[in-house]
């Protein structure tokens, strides 16, 4: 029940929508099934299996709009949802940036869906993290790891005749490996559309040995070192950047504002090498069509050879700056290069090597400096060659100031944000004067 | 700290705030639906229908929680309202030990047979899991209740105050800012209602009301010409409490130099000093980086402890349960073993407490069925304790829970959650000014800001709202661009002096972050303002294009 196809939840819809008595009218129902596993201590620690399926109406008049859901499905309590929705409008006070619905659009069918994901089931998630404990057991070291997959869909219509129906999939896993001591700790993370990419074994294999691998770790001195982000590290600490809004850039407070007034539109603000848009049909990196303003989703770029590209304007600011408005990203890619991370070794006279990064907050919005922390394997390099494993740091740096300083770029890959669970084709980046600040004793 | 739900609710720097993530928040309802409980004896009879169909399919152990979670959000910046919603999540979660091993079944789905079919999942996900193997789940014993209640006690439910009451307190709070010449100002006002009910196999029903309420605003200043903006937030906190937070009371006003709140928070006085220093901070002096001596107030203090204190003391953490998300902890076994290990100063005392009226995480009983207490992690500077839930009592040699188990909804697992975590107040007379009075080279810090920790708990960095450059005893001027670096223990250990009870307060948080998939837990942490010696301050500044 909770997934319904586009036939299902536009007749339900509909059938909502005749209810409706209001000047405007938007309906909405989204559905989503799935389950995690959570293992710890090389066993499960906890698991579930959820469910759920909201109906949600918005009534407006003139600019009042009430909002009210109910996940019960008779025609009674469709009418009675409606009715709710209409009586909170009209107590609620006029929002002035409401913007009227839109009328229908047409929207391409995406390719969010996977039935291989939307297949999983208890059992074949527990034979998943089982191949990912059979690594760590063999190796004498301890995981904790979170599987997690979800089948979604989503369908809005409204009273000016707009419909659009999404159903995705998604599955994350990662996996924490850590020796007995507690002196070395490995990491791996991994996201797809479609499960039969995911290969628990291979990722535990790649965190056991950063575990391994950084037994014996040595502190050195914090200060500004040529690193190399491996993706997962890169990922999490672009994440930061990636609001690229119009109106916050336009009222001076964004990192995208610029000195007297205006936006940052058209400057070079970064790196020849950098480039990053968005695009719902990357078979890599799918995302749905359309947004939640109901407008479709195309490909944007955002940074192009390091210049900002564009802006995303809502539906409202773009009225009142008579620009065409335009969705903020769903999904995010960075073009990448062809350096392999062996080659940035290769051609590192000193550096450093990044497996993770972590706990990363905004120092300043004006700058986009970050503070944060590197995790989960640090590898000192010295005339091409990763020497020996380094203690952790922390860091104060900007991802703005970072993309000026690229080096090389590597092959874009799909990896997770480490905190958002988002995500991302982010290429693996050699960067120089990162800016670490003091050391962490942490493992 | 959860920083994504943050953004989304403050709306710093968020150009298109609407609606909060619905996913976490639940779903828009009428507000002036659900006010009111469901049955008990209808709750009680879907409980008693779940724990048969799980002890039937081989549960040896299974609790019910069957939880309605409403939540009111009004968002306003400057002098328009960008929503007004009332959310509504409810359903069931099942908990079951099948074969040794725990499974969890969650449906929106609120009927006996719905419920039913929840348990049997619950069971079938057990099953799968044990087959995986591992140590058996122990639990510690717990009485069954019986048929009892818990309700936040409060004054004024903040659900049945009028909307427009509210609205115009946030517009009005707004007009002060624009009027004192602030080029932006976002406010926001949350409250939340858990209405929960659990039920176990051990004999329980417990049926709660559980409130709160945060009040929050950001004024912006932009200086266009230099390209630059700064912002100040409200010291407010959020409070287990009812909208009587908002109606302001002199005598629980801490006055200095900006005035703090107490249990009850004036929002149209802090707007306006908000609004003053926030043009000051745009002009204030960047500061030197180097050794300093730290005044911290508890409006900053309280997220330094949360952050160095309370997570590190998570028996869930310090055991690896959260190796591959939030961490795991400095705070290891044998160092409490050890019974003299030097976590800080004898001025350091530090207690749990999920009693605490008016705090974030005070209930009558945890989500496990425990009921609430409250005890030592550290006493005199020496770590004594942790905290920890039934299924891990054993482990610290504990006979009965510690009460800490919690859940953010219906749909998600309980877990191990952190109860309130405070710093003691100092037991000798101390005021501020005194211990301002004594310090040489120093700054004191107002306000809780950016903040950042490592996945064990040593290293951490603060920013804050208000920096103070103190010299030679007196306050000088306000300081920009400071943020504190410290190693915990070395942290705790420069803690010098504790202001007496008189400066106690409670900051808190509605979003700490923690567990896979990630949840959000409230707590509170209450302090006296407290002096620490010989930090390491750096300078934020930076410059981009």
């Known amino acids: 029940m909770p997934i319904l196809n586009k036939e299902e939840a536009q007749a339900l819809l509909k059938k909502v929508l005749s209810y409706s008595k209001a000047g405007e009218c938007e309906v909405s129902v989204n559905g989503s099934e799935g389950g995690n596993i959570r293992y710890a201590l090389n066993a499960v620690s906890t698991a579930g299996d959820i469910s759920t399926l909201d109906l949600v109406v918005t009534s407006v008049y003139g600019k009042k709009a009430g909002t009210a859901t109910i996940n019960e499905f008779d025609d009674a309590a469709l009418e009675r949802v409606v009715r709710r929705s209409e009586e909170l409008a009209q107590l609620a006070p006029p929002n002035q940036e409401y913007m009227p619905m839109l009328g229908p659009q047409s929207f391409a069918d995406s390719i969010t869906y996977n039935a291989n994901t939307a297949a999983m089931t208890p059992d074949s998630r527990a034979e998943m993290v089982a191949k990912s404990l059979s690594v760590t057991k063999a190796a004498k070291l301890t995981a904790a790891g979170f599987l997690e997959n979800s089948t979604g869909f989503n369908a809005v219509m409204n009273s000016k005749g707009l419909f659009a129906y999404n159903k995705g999939t998604d599955v994350t896993f990662s996996v924490t490996t850590r020796n007995e001591a507690g002196t070395a700790s490995g990491y791996a993370a991994r996201g797809f559309t479609d499960v039969s990419k995911l290969d628990t074994l291979t990722a535990t294999k790649i965190a056991a040995g950063k575990a391994t691998g950084s037994v014996g770790a040595k502190a050195i001195e914090p200060g500004k070192y040529t690193v190399i982000l491996e993706p997962v590290a890169a990922t999490y600490m672009l994440e930061n950047m990636f609001r690229f809004d119009a109106r916050t850039a336009e009222e001076g407070r964004s990192f995208l504002s610029k000195k007297g007034g205006g936006t940052r539109l058209g400057e070079q603000l970064m790196d020849e090498k950098v480039t990053i848009y968005s695009d719902p049909f990357n078979p890599e990196l799918p995302s749905a069509t359309w947004g939640g303003d109901g407008l479709p989703r195309e490909k944007t770029v955002w940074i192009d050879k390091g210049v900002v590209k564009n802006l995303s304007y809502s539906r409202y600011w773009a009225d009142k700056k008579g620009v065409k408005p335009l969705p903020g990203p769903a999904n995010i890619i960075m073009e990448g290069g062809t350096t392999t991370i062996e080659e940035m070794i290769k051609s590192t006279e000193r550096g450093i090597l990044v497996s993770r990064l972590w706990y990363i907050r905004m120092v300043d919005p004006q700058t986009l400096l970050l503070t944060g922390l590197t995790r989960d394997g640090l590898f000192y390099i010295e005339n091409g060659q990763i020497k020996f494993p380094i203690k952790n740091f922390r860091f104060n740096e900007s991802p703005v100031i970072m993309l000026n300083n690229v080096e090389a770029l590597g092959k874009p890959e799909r990896s997770i944000s480490v905190e958002s669970y988002r995500s991302y084709l982010i290429p693996p980046m050699k960067i120089k004067e990162f800016t670490f600040s003091s050391l962490s004793d942490a493992v | ?545």
């Open chain 2, 1 to 545: 700290m959860r920083r994504r739900d943050f953004i989304y609710l403050s709306g710093i720097g968020a150009g298109a705030l609407m609606l909060p993530n619905l996913g976490a928040f639940g779903n828009p309802i009428n507000p002036l639906q659900a006010l009111d409980g469901i049955d008990v004896r209808v709750k009680k009879e879907l409980a008693d229908a779940a724990l048969t169909v799980a002890k039937a399919k081989g549960a040896s152990y299974a609790d019910i929680r069957i939880g309605r979670y409403l939540n009111q959000f009004i968002i306003t910046r400057e002098n328009r309202v960008l929503n007004v919603a009332n959310t509504e999540s409810f359903g069931v979660g099942i908990r079951v030990i099948v074969n040794g091993c725990w499974g969890f079944a969650a449906s929106n789905v609120v009927t006996k047979e719905g419920i039913a079919k929840t348990a049997e999942r619950a069971v079938a996900v057990a099953k799968a899991n044990a087959k995986i193997g591992g140590e058996p789940v122990q639990l510690a014993p717990q009485k069954g209740y019986g048929e009892v209640s818990w309700k936040t006690p409060l004054e004024k439910n903040a659900f049945e105050i009028p909307i427009k009451e509210k609205v115009d307190l946030l517009l009005s709070t707004n007009a002060v800012a624009m009027q004192g010449g602030a080029n932006f100002v976002n406010s926001n006002l949350l409250m939340v209602n858990e209405q929960k009910y659990f039920a176990s196999t051990d004999g329980s029903y417990i049926d709660q009301d559980v409130h709160r309420i945060y009040p929050a605003f950001n004024v912006t200043k932009v200086d266009s010409a230099k390209g630059s903006f700064e912002t100040r937030r409200s010291i407010s906190s959020p409070v287990g409490m009812g909208y009587e937070y908002l109606s302001p009371l002199d005598s629980e006003k801490v006055t200095g130099v900006t005035t703090r709140y107490k249990k009850r928070y004036d929002i149209l006085e802090d707007i306006k000093a908000a609004t003053q220093q926030v043009q000051e901070k745009i002009s204030a002096k960047s500061v030197d980086p180097g050794k300093y001596d730290m005044v911290l107030d508890p409006s900053h203090l309280w997220l330094t402890i949360h952050e160095s204190v309370g997570h590190p003391t998570e028996l869930d953490r310090v055991l690896g349960y959260e190796a591959n998300f939030a961490g795991t902890s400095f705070l290891t076994l044998d160092k409490w073993k050890a019974g003299n290990f030097n976590f800080g100063s004898k001025q350091v005392n530090i207690v749990a407490d999920k009693t605490q009226v008016g705090s974030l995480g005070a209930v009558g009983y945890d989500d496990e069925g425990v009921k609430c207490k409250k005890w030592d992690l550290i006493k005199e500077g020496i770590l004594v304790n942790y905290q920890a839930i039934r299924d891990q009592a054993h482990i610290i040699g504990l006979k009965e829970s510690q009460g800490c188990c919690y859940s953010q909804s219906w749909q998600d697992v309980q877990f191990q959650r952190m109860p309130n975590v405070s710093l003691q107040p100092g037991k000798s007379s101390l005021s501020v000014d005194d211990m301002i009075k004594n310090v040489e080279k120093g700054i004191y810090i107002i306000g809780d800001g950016s903040f950042s920790i490592d996945q064990q708990r040593y290293n951490f960095q603060f920013g804050g709202q208000l920096f103070y450059e103190i010299k030679d005893g007196k306050i000088a001027g306000m300081l920009n661009d400071v943020a504190y670096q410290a190693n915990t223990q070395e942290f705790w250990n420069s803690c010098a002096q504790v202001c007496d009870d008189r400066d106690y307060r409670l900051g808190g948080a509605f979003n700490d972050g923690k567990g896979q998939p990630s949840q959000s837990s409230a707590v509170s942490h209450g302090a006296s303002t407290a002096l620490f010696k010989g930090v390491n301050v750096i300078n934020t500044k930076r410059k981009i294009g």
